[in-house]
Protein backbone atom coordinates (compact mmCIF):
# COMPACT_ATOMS: atom_id res chain seq x y z
CA UNK A 1 0.00 0.00 0.00
CA UNK A 2 2.87 2.63 0.67
CA UNK A 3 4.73 1.91 -2.59
CA UNK A 4 1.27 3.39 -4.38
CA UNK A 5 1.48 6.12 -2.30
CA UNK A 6 4.86 6.94 -2.95
CA UNK A 7 4.37 6.26 -7.18
CA UNK A 8 1.45 9.41 -6.34
CA UNK A 9 4.07 11.24 -4.04
CA UNK A 10 6.76 11.03 -6.82
CA UNK A 11 4.32 11.74 -9.66
CA UNK A 12 2.95 14.90 -7.51
CA UNK A 13 6.48 15.92 -7.52
CA UNK A 14 7.65 15.23 -11.00
CA UNK A 15 4.55 16.98 -12.49
CA UNK A 16 5.79 19.91 -10.22
CA UNK A 17 9.18 20.19 -11.62
CA UNK A 18 7.70 20.15 -15.08
CA UNK A 19 5.65 22.80 -13.91
CA UNK A 20 8.06 24.79 -13.00
CA UNK A 21 10.23 23.86 -16.32
CA UNK A 22 7.45 24.25 -18.50
CA UNK A 23 6.27 28.17 -17.22
CA UNK A 24 10.03 29.01 -16.97
CA UNK A 25 10.51 28.28 -20.91
CA UNK A 26 7.47 30.20 -21.66
CA UNK A 27 9.04 33.44 -19.04
CA UNK A 28 12.43 32.72 -20.66
CA UNK A 29 10.90 32.93 -24.13
CA UNK A 30 8.90 36.37 -23.83
CA UNK A 31 11.66 38.12 -22.77
CA UNK A 32 13.95 36.75 -25.72
CA UNK A 33 11.06 37.91 -27.77
CA UNK A 34 11.36 41.76 -25.93
CA UNK A 35 14.98 41.78 -26.24
CA UNK A 36 15.60 40.32 -29.55
CA UNK A 37 12.50 42.83 -30.35
CA UNK A 38 14.14 45.46 -28.90
CA UNK A 39 17.55 45.15 -30.21
CA UNK A 40 16.05 45.07 -33.73
CA UNK A 41 14.96 48.32 -33.39
CA UNK A 42 17.68 50.04 -31.44
CA UNK A 43 19.88 49.02 -34.90
CA UNK A 44 17.14 49.91 -37.01
CA UNK A 45 17.38 53.83 -35.62
CA UNK A 46 20.73 53.65 -34.96
CA UNK A 47 21.51 52.81 -38.66
CA UNK A 48 18.81 55.49 -39.95
CA UNK A 49 21.24 57.46 -38.36
CA UNK A 50 24.28 56.01 -39.56
CA UNK A 51 23.72 53.81 -42.22
CA UNK A 52 27.36 52.54 -42.54
CA UNK A 53 27.75 51.77 -39.20
CA UNK A 54 28.80 48.03 -39.58
CA UNK A 55 29.88 48.54 -43.41
CA UNK A 56 27.96 48.98 -46.68
CA UNK A 57 24.43 50.30 -46.38
CA UNK A 58 23.11 47.11 -48.30
CA UNK A 59 24.81 45.10 -45.06
CA UNK A 60 22.83 46.69 -42.96
CA UNK A 61 19.77 45.33 -44.34
CA UNK A 62 20.88 42.14 -44.92
CA UNK A 63 21.70 42.16 -40.84
CA UNK A 64 18.00 43.56 -40.30
CA UNK A 65 16.66 40.89 -42.13
CA UNK A 66 18.21 38.53 -40.50
CA UNK A 67 17.55 39.64 -37.13
CA UNK A 68 13.51 39.91 -38.11
CA UNK A 69 13.52 36.48 -39.66
CA UNK A 70 14.98 35.34 -36.11
CA UNK A 71 12.47 37.50 -34.34
CA UNK A 72 9.31 35.74 -36.52
CA UNK A 73 10.85 32.04 -36.31
CA UNK A 74 11.03 32.22 -32.78
CA UNK A 75 7.84 33.13 -32.26
CA UNK A 76 6.23 31.00 -34.15
CA UNK A 77 8.52 27.66 -32.18
CA UNK A 78 7.44 29.90 -28.78
CA UNK A 79 3.58 29.97 -29.87
CA UNK A 80 3.55 26.77 -30.73
CA UNK A 81 5.17 24.98 -27.79
CA UNK A 82 2.49 26.68 -25.72
CA UNK A 83 4.59 26.49 -22.26
CA UNK A 84 2.02 28.56 -20.36
CA UNK A 85 -1.23 26.36 -21.44
CA UNK A 86 0.97 23.01 -20.52
CA UNK A 87 2.38 24.27 -17.25
CA UNK A 88 -1.06 25.22 -15.81
CA UNK A 89 -2.16 21.55 -17.54
CA UNK A 90 0.22 20.00 -15.30
CA UNK A 91 -0.44 22.73 -12.07
CA UNK A 92 -4.32 21.51 -11.95
CA UNK A 93 -3.04 17.92 -12.57
CA UNK A 94 -0.75 17.64 -9.31
CA UNK A 95 -2.98 19.37 -7.17
CA UNK A 96 -5.07 16.82 -7.84
CA UNK A 97 -2.52 14.21 -7.30
CA UNK A 98 -1.93 16.03 -3.91
CA UNK A 99 -5.61 15.29 -2.99
CA UNK A 100 -5.76 12.17 -4.13
CA UNK A 101 -2.46 11.11 -1.62
CA UNK A 102 -4.24 12.81 0.93
CA UNK A 103 -6.96 10.50 0.56
CA UNK A 104 -4.90 7.52 0.97
CA UNK A 105 -4.79 8.37 4.91
CA UNK A 106 -8.58 8.36 4.98
CA UNK A 107 -9.92 5.82 3.02
CA UNK A 108 -10.06 2.09 3.43
CA UNK A 109 -10.93 1.71 -0.32
CA UNK A 110 -7.18 1.71 -2.09
CA UNK A 111 -8.44 0.10 -5.95
CA UNK A 112 -10.75 3.33 -6.51
CA UNK A 113 -7.93 5.65 -5.41
CA UNK A 114 -5.27 3.23 -7.69
CA UNK A 115 -8.09 3.74 -10.49
CA UNK A 116 -8.69 7.78 -9.94
CA UNK A 117 -4.45 7.78 -10.13
CA UNK A 118 -4.89 6.06 -13.85
CA UNK A 119 -7.49 8.63 -14.36
CA UNK A 120 -5.52 11.13 -13.40
CA UNK A 121 -2.30 10.14 -15.39
CA UNK A 122 -4.10 9.98 -18.43
CA UNK A 123 -5.27 13.49 -18.14
CA UNK A 124 -1.97 15.52 -18.89
CA UNK A 125 1.04 14.66 -20.64
CA UNK A 126 3.19 12.87 -18.79
CA UNK A 127 6.57 14.88 -17.71
CA UNK A 128 9.56 14.23 -19.05
CA UNK A 129 12.03 11.76 -17.46
CA UNK A 130 14.80 14.82 -16.53
CA UNK A 131 11.66 15.85 -14.09
CA UNK A 132 11.52 13.19 -12.06
CA UNK A 133 15.56 12.87 -12.07
CA UNK A 134 15.42 16.44 -10.93
CA UNK A 135 13.56 16.68 -8.41
CA UNK A 136 14.96 13.62 -7.18
CA UNK A 137 18.91 14.77 -7.15
CA UNK A 138 18.46 18.49 -6.30
CA UNK A 139 14.68 18.82 -4.23
CA UNK A 140 13.92 15.87 -2.68
CA UNK A 141 16.24 14.41 0.71
CA UNK A 142 18.05 11.88 0.70
CA UNK A 143 15.68 9.72 2.45
CA UNK A 144 13.37 9.25 -0.24
CA UNK A 145 12.38 5.69 -1.08
CA UNK A 146 13.65 5.78 -4.90
CA UNK A 147 17.22 7.46 -4.66
CA UNK A 148 18.98 8.81 -7.84
CA UNK A 149 21.54 6.85 -9.20
CA UNK A 150 24.98 8.28 -10.49
CA UNK A 151 23.89 8.32 -13.81
CA UNK A 152 20.96 10.24 -12.61
CA UNK A 153 22.81 12.68 -11.13
CA UNK A 154 25.06 13.34 -13.99
CA UNK A 155 22.31 13.74 -16.67
CA UNK A 156 20.62 16.08 -14.77
CA UNK A 157 24.14 18.24 -13.66
CA UNK A 158 24.62 17.62 -17.80
CA UNK A 159 20.93 19.46 -18.46
CA UNK A 160 21.55 22.03 -15.84
CA UNK A 161 24.64 23.11 -17.66
CA UNK A 162 23.48 22.54 -21.02
CA UNK A 163 20.85 24.61 -20.23
CA UNK A 164 22.54 27.29 -18.82
CA UNK A 165 24.61 27.37 -22.22
CA UNK A 166 21.76 27.54 -24.32
CA UNK A 167 20.05 29.87 -22.08
CA UNK A 168 23.00 32.39 -21.94
CA UNK A 169 23.87 32.01 -25.67
CA UNK A 170 20.30 33.02 -26.50
CA UNK A 171 20.39 36.23 -24.01
CA UNK A 172 23.89 36.86 -25.78
CA UNK A 173 22.97 36.14 -29.49
CA UNK A 174 21.74 39.42 -30.64
CA UNK A 175 25.27 41.47 -29.29
CA UNK A 176 27.13 38.37 -30.69
CA UNK A 177 25.72 38.15 -34.55
CA UNK A 178 26.17 42.18 -34.72
CA UNK A 179 29.91 41.85 -33.07
CA UNK A 180 30.71 38.87 -35.63
CA UNK A 181 28.58 40.75 -38.59
CA UNK A 182 30.40 44.04 -37.83
CA UNK A 183 33.76 42.30 -37.48
CA UNK A 184 32.94 39.95 -41.03
CA UNK A 185 31.95 43.42 -43.05
CA UNK A 186 34.99 44.93 -41.74
CA UNK A 187 37.22 42.23 -42.51
CA UNK A 188 36.48 42.36 -46.21
CA UNK A 189 36.14 45.92 -46.53
Known amino acids: METHK ?3 WFTRKAR ?4 ERLL ?10 VVYSLFAVVVS ?6 PTIIGAEQNANLFLTIVSLAILVLSL ?3 NQDFKGRGLAFKNNYLKLQRLESEFDTTENTDAIHDRYHELLQESENHASIDDKYFR ?4 DSKISRPPSRSDKAQVYAYVALRTVVLTT ?3 LPALLLILFSAGVTNAC
Do not use: F
Open 24 to 33: RNETHAQILL
Open 16 to 19: IRAS
Open 137 to 140: VLEA
Open 45 to 50: VVLLKH
Open 170 to 172: LYL
Open 6 to 8: DRI
Open 77 to 79: LIA
